[in-house]
């Protein structure tokens, strides 16, 4: 996420800077600013403080937050596999728990049956 904040918020930095033109004042004034764009755009917040206004811009944005879409989604898959996988193997345990303890019931049962015959 570090890497793709320092990356996405230079490259709009740049991108930004260069298409503005001498008479206009800058939208991102520094490097930082850029990177706290990149962490809104990327963790899909979007607070609209800082935006960008021309096209190289845009594309820059729509990299970024596609990035960002990747870089959340795919790992909150792979612990919602798990998590299943995990639930299934506890509750497959339990079952088989339950069984012991019911077939340890009925041998103490049996048992006690026999004994009381004798």
Same mark, same amino acid.
């Given at each position: 996420?570090?890497? @793709?904040? /320092?990356?996405? @918020?230079? #490259? ?8 503005? %033109? ?8 520094? +490097? %930082? ?6 962490? +809104?755009?990327?963790?899909?917040? $979007?607070?609209?403080?800082?935006? %960008?206004?021309?096209?190289? @811009? ?11 879409? /990747?870089?959340?989604?795919? %790992? +909150?898959? +792979?612990? #919602? ?15 088989? /728990?339950?069984?012991?303890?019911? /077939?340890?019931?009925?041998? $103490?049962? #049996?048992?006690?049956?026999? @004994?009381? #015959?004798?």
């Amino acid at each position: 996420m570090g890497a @793709g904040v /320092l990356l996405f @918020g230079s #490259a709009l930095y740049i991108a930004e800077g260069f298409s503005t %033109p001498d008479t206009e004042p800058l939208q991102f004034k520094s +490097i %930082p600013e850029a990177m706290w764009w990149a962490i +809104i755009t990327m963790t899909t917040v $979007g607070y609209g403080d800082y935006y %960008p206004v021309h096209a190289a @811009g845009y594309v820059v944005g729509a990299v970024c937050a596609v990035s960002g879409l /990747l870089l959340v989604a795919m %790992p +909150i898959a +792979i612990v #919602a596999s798990n998590f299943s996988l995990f639930y299934d193997n506890m509750s497959s345990r339990d079952q088989s /728990l339950r069984r012991q303890a019911m /077939l340890g019931q009925m041998i $103490g049962i #049996a048992m006690a049956t026999r @004994g009381g #015959a004798a």
